[in-house]
């Protein structure tokens, strides 16, 4: 079974540009989760979908934004990039909470 | 969302037991006790979840006190591999809410 995958692996942007970010979540999981690791701290919560719907967002501006597809699959959208949101942003996916969720390897996100 | 207590960080000496504890004397009747950890750079990797009985799989036991407020997570036989980042994280399931909540964690060093 294919785990959760991310892409790309690594992005490079400039202050002001606009990333966009990628995760197909194992099949038969309907939620998708966006998490952002700055280097050195913890991984702070940023976006919950489910069957399509944004179901909670965690405490991040508007210019974060993102949607998931009927596939399941899912974007992060990060527009107006600043130095700070360099980060690691990882996705995983999960059917029933009772098994976990399964993260996947994360997007390496720098803002130069 | 119930607030967890844990030490910063923990050694381990190779082959022994590795016990984590975790505080959380503010959780509630319907929040399950989930643990993951992180392997540095990595996504976070589901260990283990419970209620109120005592689990265990292939990874870990999950040892929950009878007032629910405190658990240890028992590796018992740690290895180099197990040298992570190890989150206890309480989680009530429900459709309001499925988003895993991290807090700082313990930073697992196990020496040979």
């Known amino acids: 079974e294919a785990g959760v995958t991310q892409s790309p692996t690594h992005l490079i942007k400039t202050r002001g540009q606009q990333a966009t970010l990628r995760c197909s979540p194992i099949s038969g999981h309907t939620s998708v989760y966006w998490y952002q690791q700055a280097l050195g701290l913890g991984l702070q919560f940023l976006l919950w979908?489910?069957?399509?719907?944004?179901?909670n967002r965690g405490n991040f501006p508007p210019r974060f934004s993102g949607r998931q597809f009927p596939n399941y699959s899912s974007e992060l959208n990060v527009n107006a990039l600043e130095l700070e949101d360099s980060a690691l942003y990882l996705c995983a996916s999960s059917s029933d909470l009772g098994t976990g969720y399964t993260f996947g390897s994360g997007t390496r996100l720098t803002v130069v | 969302d119930a607030k967890t207590t844990q030490p910063p960080s923990m050694d381990c000496a190779e082959g022994r037991a590795a016990n984590l504890p975790c505080n959380h004397s503010t959780i509630s009747g319907n929040e399950y006790v989930y643990w993951y950890r992180q392997i540095h750079s990595q996504g976070p990797q589901y260990i283990i979840h419970g209620l109120k009985n005592n689990e265990t799989n292939e990874m870990a036991s999950l040892i929950i006190t009878e007032d629910r407020k405190s658990s240890t997570l028992i590796l018992p036989h740690a290895t180099l591999r197990d040298t992570a980042v190890y989150y206890c994280?309480?989680?009530?399931?429900?459709?309001?809410?499925?988003?895993?909540?991290f807090g700082q964690g313990t930073e697992l060093s196990v020496k040979p």
């Open positions: 994280i309480p989680l009530e399931l429900n459709n309001q809410g499925g988003k895993l909540i």
């Open positions: 979908y489910d069957e399509g719907e944004e179901r």
